[in-house]
């Protein structure tokens, strides 16, 4: 799907109330980052090698990302604040490993490329001497953020290959994180109502959500066409119920018990 247009609209990174927003959008991502390091735990539990190969690389580009946004903190002169409770909700850890690589991966961080790339590489203004180096590092981020995308659409194909009852309890946890979104961007709003850039953000989440829909569809488990509220109830139950069971599921280490086929040696 194409990128939103902000149509120019940028923030004036001399003026507080555009500084605010920004620190309050930066604080968000610092946050983020500084949870995904913890993709390492998740080495752990890989299943394959190319599991375990995944997660190294990731924990040490989520590191690389956690530096590169405290040093934008630092370029722009901002001091982070605390996150928001929707971006720490979200960005919980998840050891079951189907609601990490769906709600981490292929949903939560394919949220945080939009986030990077629609709305910080757009609206930081190109006249700020300081801005070409900070959306060099962006770009970096944005590539590596879409690996993780990648990685987690692919092994939810997978999954629902093999376990096609997951798709109900997906569909209603889409709902759910979707759901979740305007409470993280009305505290935005509030900041500045009239700033050029916040005036698009109702349409930027439309697009966000129009873009879930469709990666959902494409993976499989969401329905063409959106259900009855009953329907959408029962979805939403069947995925509260597997994240409740996911807080009680134990990581258990695999590639000890099947490095010999991994390598090929059986
Ligand atoms: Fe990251
Ligand atoms: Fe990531």
Request: glycine content about 6%; aromatic content about 10%.
């Amino acid at each position: 799907m194409a990128e939103f247009d902000f149509q120019g609209a940028y923030f004036d990174l001399a003026a507080s109330e555009d500084r605010s927003v920004l620190r309050f959008v930066l604080s968000q991502a610092l946050f983020g980052e500084a949870t995904g390091v913890y993709c390492g735990r998740s080495l752990y539990a890989a299943e394959s090698l190319e599991a375990a190969h995944f997660y190294v690389k990731q924990a040490r580009q989520e590191l690389n990302h956690l530096t590169l946004f405290a040093d934008i903190f630092r370029e722009l002169e901002l001091t982070p604040e605390p996150a928001h409770w929707v971006i720490r909700l979200l960005a919980a850890h998840n050891d079951y490993y189907p609601l990490k690589v769906l709600m981490e991966h292929a949903l939560g961080e394919g949220m945080v490329l939009d986030i990077f790339r629609d709305v910080l590489l757009q609206t930081l203004p190109e006249t700020d001497v300081r801005v070409p180096a900070i959306k060099k590092k962006l770009r970096v981020i944005c590539r590596e953020e879409e690996e993780h995308v990648a990685w987690g659409e692919k092994e939810t194909r997978r999954l629902l290959l093999e376990r096609p009852g997951l798709k109900r309890p997906f569909y209603g946890l889409m709902e759910l994180q979707l759901w979740l979104v305007p409470f993280a961007v009305q505290g935005l709003k509030q900041l500045a109502p009239e700033h050029p850039v916040l005036q698009k953000l109702d349409a930027f989440v439309e697009h966000v959500r129009e873009r879930v829909w469709a990666q959902g569809r494409a993976l499989g488990f969401a329905p063409e066409r959106r259900p009855s509220v009953a329907a959408r109830s029962l979805a939403i139950a069947a995925g509260l119920a597997l994240l409740g069971r996911s807080q009680f599921a134990r990581s258990r280490s695999k590639l000890d018990k099947r490095y010999l086929e991994e390598l090929g040696f059986r």
